[in-house]
T-cell receptor, first 113, second 116 residues
Framework: EAGVTQFPSHSVIEKGQTVTLRCDPISGHDNLYWYRRVMGKEIKFLLHFVKESKQDESGMPNNRFLAERTGGTYSTLKVQPAELEDSGVYFC???????????FGPGTRLTVT | AQSVTQLGSHVSVSEGALVLLRCNYSSSVPPYLFWYVQYPNQGLQLLLKYTSAATLVKGINGFEAEFKKSETSFHLTKPSAHMSDAAEYFCAVSDGWHTGRRALTFGSGTRLQVQP
């Protein structure tokens, strides 16, 4: 069974540009989460989808971040326009059911210059 | 609000020595607690979790952790370190089982080095 996959693994963009990160959860997992780790600090929650609906987006930092999960399968996280402080590693996780373990992807390392 | 504190951003042990990684939490409700490990270029992998059953939890790769409510701690231990244990370890807490919120709150991580 394939795990959570994320694309790209690395992205380097200039300040003001747009970047879109993609996450493919484990097949059949209704729950999908985005987290990010900035500058070696703690991993912080961004948002949680249940199927295609945003269940909890309390961690989204500002309106430059837009997450979607069309059809309840893969998800994208768009940053527009990117700022220097957006640099970090963006993790995606998925889980099944009410109490399922969250399985994490390898992350996308975003560098904004 | 819940929070997690991991004491020591870097821990170094000799191969065969005891591993002790410290985690203290703060939660307004009985928490669920987790330890994750991240090996280089990989995602986070769940080592073990506490979900209000037995206070001593055994996980994968010989790791275990003990939930101590009086100390608000959930320290991770392994009796004998192996070179392959070198990785970054994260403690996390969730109160979602009581509130419906599923987000994990992580500590800042502890990087474990194992010296030969």
């Amino acid at each position: 069974e394939a795990g959570v996959t994320q694309f790209p693994s690395h992205s380097v963009i200039e300040k003001g540009q747009t970047v879109t990160l993609r996450c493919d959860p484990i097949s059949g997992h209704d729950n999908l989460y985005w987290y990010r780790r900035v500058m070696g600090k703690e991993i912080k929650f961004l948002l949680h989808f249940v199927k295609e609906s945003k269940q909890d987006e309390s961690g989204m930092p500002n309106n430059r971040f837009l997450a979607e999960r069309t059809g309840g399968t893969y998800s994208t996280l768009k940053v527009q326009p990117a700022e220097l402080e957006d640099s970090g590693v963006y993790f995606c996780a998925s889980s099944q059911g009410e109490g399922g373990e969250q399985y994490f992807g390898p992350g996308t390392r975003l560098t904004v210059t | 609000a819940q929070s997690v504190t991991q004491l020591g951003s870097h821990v170094s042990v000799s191969e065969g020595a005891l591993v002790l990684l410290r985690c203290n939490y703060s939660s307004s409700v009985p928490p669920y607690l987790f330890w994750y490990v991240q090996y280089p270029n990989q995602g986070l992998q769940l080592l073990l979790k506490y979900t209000s059953a037995a206070t001593l939890v055994k996980g994968i790769n010989g790791f275990e952790a003990e939930f101590k409510k009086s100390e608000t701690s959930f320290h991770l231990t392994k009796p004998s370190a192996h070179m392959s244990d070198a990785a970054e370890y994260f403690c996390a807490v969730s109160d979602g089982w009581h509130t419906g919120r599923r987000a994990l709150t992580f500590g800042s991580g502890t990087r474990l080095q194992v010296q030969p």
